[in-house]
């Protein structure tokens, strides 16, 4: 049995039901008790990061190394500071840190770049340096 405390700090409403996702997406602290969930929004989360990173890196004139390199050091912390720091989940349920770095990683990974190409190209096409 939840107590009025706890069901308003993790978002829960009635007995034994949790909030929406998300709800619990952007709340802090939530409740996940299916790991496979948390999992799944890391995933998605991780995907709209990328193709906000692929929109600015493609804005700014970045290009190689660096651009990809900078990408993995966002993408990778955004992902562990949400996880560890704001949802406060335990790393050890999830097989330690690298279960959160891996997850849709390199899928993540292709829709950056997909999207780091066509806006650089969209934009800096007609630039006497492309």
């Known amino acids: 049995m939840y107590s009025a405390a706890h069901a308003k700090r993790n978002g829960v409403h009635g007995k034994n039901k949790l909030a929406p996702l998300y709800l619990r997406i952007l709340k802090s602290q939530s409740e996940w008790p299916d790991k496979d969930e948390f999992l799944d ?3 998605w989360l ?64 292709a829709g950056f770049l997909v999207t780091w190409i066509i806006v650089y190209t969209g934009i800096h096409a007609n630039d006497s340096a492309f």
């Open 46 to 109: 991780r995907q709209l990061v990328a193709i906000i990173i692929g929109i600015i890196w493609g804005i700014l004139p970045l290009k190689g190394f660096l651009g990809i390199v900078l990408f993995c050091m966002v993408n990778t912390g955004f992902v562990y500071i949400y996880a560890s720091y704001y949802q406060q989940v335990d790393e050890s349920e999830f097989g330690e840190g690298w279960e959160f770095a891996k997850e849709g990683f390199m899928t993540t990974f």
């Open 41 to 43: 929004v890391i995933y």
